[in-house]
C-alpha cells in the first residue's frame, strides 16, 4: 500500500505548481458540450434556437422557447483514435466509452394574464458533459540525439549533491519526502535521477553542483505510453421568460466537476558501449479533481416570423483543483561489467493544496432561418480569448510565469457551428459542421479542429427518439521529457441516442 504524504508550505509553490502547466489549462479551459442527440447532429449550432435541453447549456434564453415541459436522457458511445508519429515511426491506439453525456428537464409556466407582456417562464435543470478524457496514445522511435537523462540534468544542474541525496541509513520514501518537502520539485526530480545512477556528480563532496549524464553514445530507442480517463461536466440551473411574441431573456447558474486521471510510462534502453546506464523505465500518475461556477446570460429574439437571432455571454469559469501524483524509477547500469537493477520507488502518493484556475470566458453571436414546419438552417460563431486564463494566487512566483506563458503562447480561438434539420413528417434528418480555431498562436503545437455530423430523428408523439453520428480531427504535438515531440493526429467520433418526451 503507498504512503500517503500532505504537502505544505513550500510545497505550494514547486511540485504542485509543477503539475499544472499551459497543458493543463488548455485542457480545462477548451470546452465542447457533448450534448443531446438532435444537438450532436447540428453540430451544436443551437445559439438561436430552442426545442432542446442541451441549447441550454449553448444558450440560457432557450429554455423559454419550448412549448410544453420536456426532458431527455442521452447515450453517447466515444471513440478515440489516436494515429502517433515519433522520429519516423508510426503507432495506433483507440480507445472507447460508453456513458451518460446529458440529461434534464425544462418545466415551463405560462402567464395567464392576458395584459402581460411577459407570455411564459420556464426553469430548468441540464447537466451536459463538456469533454471526455478517454484516451490513450503510443509513441515509439529511435531517438539519435537525446536521452531521458537530460530530463533529470536539467533539474540537477546548480543543486548542492547534498540537496539531492539521502542521508547515510536514509530510505529511499524518507529521502523523497523530505527533500520534496524541504526544498520542491526541482529537487525531488534530480534525487530520481541521482538514486537511479542516470546523474553522476563531478565530485562527491556535500558542496558539488556540477553533474553529468551516465546515459551516452546516441540512437536511444524510446517509448511513451499515456493512458487517461475522466471528464469534465457541467449543471446548469436555469431561469428564462418570454417577453412579447419575439423575445426570450435566461440566465444559467452553473457547477462544474472535473475528474481527470493520467497514467504515463516511459522507457528507453541502448547497447552503447559508452554509455554506463542501459534501460531506464519512469512511471508517472496524475489525478485530479476540481469543481467550479460560471454563469451565463442570454437572448434570443425573432428578427422576421422566419429569422431568429442570439446572443450568449459565458462568464470565465472559477475552478479549484487538487492534485495527486505518484513516481516510480528504475533503471539497468553497468557495473564494472556486471549488469545492477536500481529500483527508486518512494511508494508515495503526493497531496498537493488547493489551487484555482480561471478560464476565459466567452461570447456567442448566433443566426437562425427557421423554414416553417419545413426545417430551419442556423449558425453560431463564438469568441474565446485563451490567453486569459490565468493560475492562481497570481501572485505566486511560478504561477505568476506560468501565466506569462499563457500570454505569449495562447490567442483568441473562433468557433463556427453550422446544422440543419429538413422534416419529413414525424422523420427528422439534420446534417452539421464544425470548427474551432487553434487556441496556440503557433499551430503546428494543436492545430484547428474540424468536424461533422449526421442524424435523424422521429416523433412519436409526446416522445421522441433522436440518433447522431458526430466525428472530429485535430493535430498536436507532445513533447516527451526534452526528448522529443510526437506527433499525434486525433480522430475522435461518437453515435449519440436520445430519448425526449413531453411532461
Known amino acids: 500500500m503507498k504512503k500517503i504524504i500532505t504537502f505544505t508550505g513550500l510545497l505550494l509553490a514547486t511540485i504542485s505548481l509543477h503539475a499544472q502547466d499551459i497543458t493543463d489549462a488548455v485542457r480545462y479551459s477548451n470546452t465542447s458540450i457533448q450534448g443531446s442527440a438532435r444537438f450532436r447532429a447540428m453540430s451544436g449550432a443551437f445559439g438561436a434556437l430552442g426545442g432542446d435541453i442541451s441549447a441550454i447549456n449553448i444558450n440560457p434564453a432557450s429554455s423559454a422557447v419550448f412549448n410544453t415541459s420536456f426532458a431527455s436522457f442521452t ?30 428537464a425544462v418545466f415551463l409556466f405560462r402567464n395567464n394574464k392576458q395584459d402581460s407582456k411577459w407570455k411564459k417562464f420556464s426553469l430548468s435543470l441540464a447537466y451536459d458533459q463538456y469533454n471526455n478524457f478517454e484516451n490513450r496514445w503510443t509513441a515509439t522511435g529511435v531517438n539519435p540525439n537525446n536521452n531521458i537523462g537530460n530530463y533529470f540534468l536539467g533539474f540537477a544542474q546548480g543543486l548542492r549533491l547534498d540537496e539531492i541525496s539521502a542521508l547515510p541509513g536514509e530510505s529511499t520514501f524518507d529521502a523523497y519526502n523530505g527533500i520534496g518537502n524541504t526544498f520542491g520539485f526541482d529537487h525531488q526530480q534530480a534525487f530520481l535521477g541521482y538514486d537511479s545512477f542516470i546523474l553522476e556528480p563531478n565530485t562527491f563532496d556535500d558542496d558539488n553542483t556540477l553533474y553529468f549524464n551516465n546515459i551516452t553514445g546516441g540512437n536511444y530507442r524510446q517509448e511513451q505510453s499515456l493512458a487517461s480517463t475522466g471528464y469534465n461536466g457541467k449543471l446548469a440551473f436555469n431561469f428564462a421568460a418570454q417577453y412579447n411574441d419575439d423575445v ?31 534501460q531506464v523505465a519512469f512511471e508517472n500518475t496524475l489525478r485530479t479533481i476540481g469543481a467550479g461556477f460560471s454563469f451565463q446570460l442570454g437572448s ?33 547500469r553497468d557495473n564494472g561489467g556486471t549488469n545492477e537493477v536500481q529500483i527508486t520507488d518512494p511508494n508515495t502518493v503526493n497531496i498537493f493544496p488547493q489551487y484555482t484556475l480561471q478560464t476565459p470566458g466567452k461570447v456567442t453571436t448566433s443566426l437562425a432561418y427557421v423554414f416553417g414546419k419545413k426545417g430551419l438552417i442556423s449558425a453560431d460563431i463564438g469568441f474565446k480569448d485563451f490567453s486569459n486564463t490565468k493560475f492562481k494566487p497570481k501572485n505566486d512566483t511560478f504561477f505568476a510565469a506560468q501565466n506569462r506563458i499563457i500570454e505569449e503562447n495562447l490567442t483568441t480561438s473562433t468557433s ?49 427518439l433522436d440518433l447522431a453520428y458526430a466525428s472530429s480531427e485535430q493535430q498536436s504535438l507532445n513533447n516527451i521529457y526534452n526528448t522529443g515531440n510526437a506527433i499525434i493526429d486525433n480522430r475522435n467520433s461518437s453515435f449519440t441516442l436520445t430519448l425526449g418526451f413531453n411532461l
Open 416 to 464: 463556427i457551428n453550422v446544422g440543419g434539420e429538413y422534416k419529413i413528417k414525424a422523420l427528422s434528418l439534420r446534417a452539421g459542421y464544425r470548427y474551432e480555431g487553434s487556441p496556440y498562436e503557433d499551430k503546428n503545437i494543436m492545430n484547428d479542429l474540424t468536424g461533422y455530423s449526421l442524424g435523424l430523428g422521429y416523433s412519436f408523439g409526446n416522445t421522441k
Open 248 to 278: 426570450y431573456f435566461g440566465v444559467n447558474l452553473n457547477s462544474h466537476f472535473v475528474n481527470y486521471e493520467r497514467s504515463t510510462v516511459y522507457f528507453e534502453d541502448n547497447n552503447n558501449n559508452s554509455s554506463i546506464v542501459k
Open 300 to 332: 434570443i429574439f425573432k428578427i422576421t416570423d422566419n429569422l431568429r437571432g442570439g446572443l450568449t455571454y459565458e462568464s470565465p469559469t472559477w475552478l479549484s483543483f487538487e492534485d495527486e501524483t505518484t513516481q516510480y524509477i528504475e533503471t539497468l
Open 75 to 104: 447515450l453517447s458511445s466515444l471513440s478515440n483514435k489516436n494515429e502517433t508519429a515519433y522520429f519516423g515511426n508510426a503507432n495506433s491506439n483507440r480507445e472507447t466509452d460508453i456513458d451518460m453525456s446529458q440529461a434534464g
